[in-house]
């Protein structure tokens, strides 16, 4: 910690941001660095501004940064927008593109908490390029996003899809599998060590006077599913280069 600070406390500031060459100075350190097996990188890019030197194309700063990128799961970058000058979209964006996401620090008299929030979002990882598969008799389709490349402790992951039309029946199970890399290795957990869901069918009440069809639970897990599916397409379009 010493040195850190005392790194810190020697940067000299000047005129100018120069977002390209700071994210490419990052990726080297974080692709050379030689970590302990358990430690994995991360890039936390903070910025009040947007870049005035060196590359200022955003469309190219996206470009560089993915072709810096090496390993099958990228170093994954985590973006503050700190402040009303800051571009959030921007930093939004390239966070998603790098398997991280972009948050926006609001100048008020809680900065501190909201970095703090964000400190805890982030500071306990317990799988990378985690992978959860879904298996049925007769199968399941449209399913929502199963691939992460981080899982953080006290995170929630959520996965929807749909068993195909009478691909099953009451009392056979869903069978879950989850695949990845944790804090002493390869994590690999399945069947009754995850868990197995029946498939009971909901009941089909008759239609109510106020033209309700479907009960409760059911209408919420389609609202669920589409809600997750609409948020996943948008994610990919703003993940998009052009």
């Not at 890019?45 to 005035?52: R, V, W």
């Not at 868990?195 to 069809?213: H, K, L, Q, W």
């Not at 919420?220 to 609409?230: D, K, M, N, S």
Request: hydrophobic content about 40%.
């Amino acid at each position: 910690m010493c040195s850190s600070d005392l790194f810190v406390h020697n940067l000299t500031a000047f005129g100018g941001t120069n977002i390209n060459a700071g994210l490419l100075e990052a990726l080297n350190v974080a692709l050379s660095a030689t970590a302990p097996p358990n430690v994995e990188p991360v890039i936390l890019f903070l910025t009040d501004g947007e870049p005035t030197m060196g590359v200022t194309e955003l469309v190219k700063i996206y470009e560089n940064v993915r072709k810096k990128q090496q390993a099958e799961v990228p170093v994954p970058i985590y973006g503050l927008a700190f402040g009303d000058d800051a571009d959030f979209e921007f930093v939004k964006k390239l966070a998603l593109q790098n398997g991280g996401f972009g948050r926006k620090i609001y100048e008020s008299g809680d900065s501190d908490l909201q970095l703090q929030g964000f400190y805890k979002e982030i500071s306990s990882p317990m799988l990378s390029g985690a992978m959860f598969r879904y298996t049925a008799i007769g199968g399941i389709e449209d399913l929502t996003k199963v691939w992460y490349s981080k899982v953080f402790g006290g995170s929630e992951v959520v996965v929807a899809g749909k068993l195909k039309s009478g691909a099953a029946t009451a009392n056979e199970p869903i069978v879950v599998d989850i695949d990845g890399l944790g804090r002493n290795g390869r994590v690999s957990v399945g069947g009754s060590d995850v868990a197995e869901f029946d498939i009971v069918p909901r009941p089909r009440p008759a239609r109510s006077n106020a033209g309700r069809g479907k009960d409760a639970s059911g209408e919420l897990l389609e609202r669920l599913w589409a809600y997750l599916t609409i948020k996943q397409l948008i994610n990919r379009e703003r993940k998009s280069v052009v």
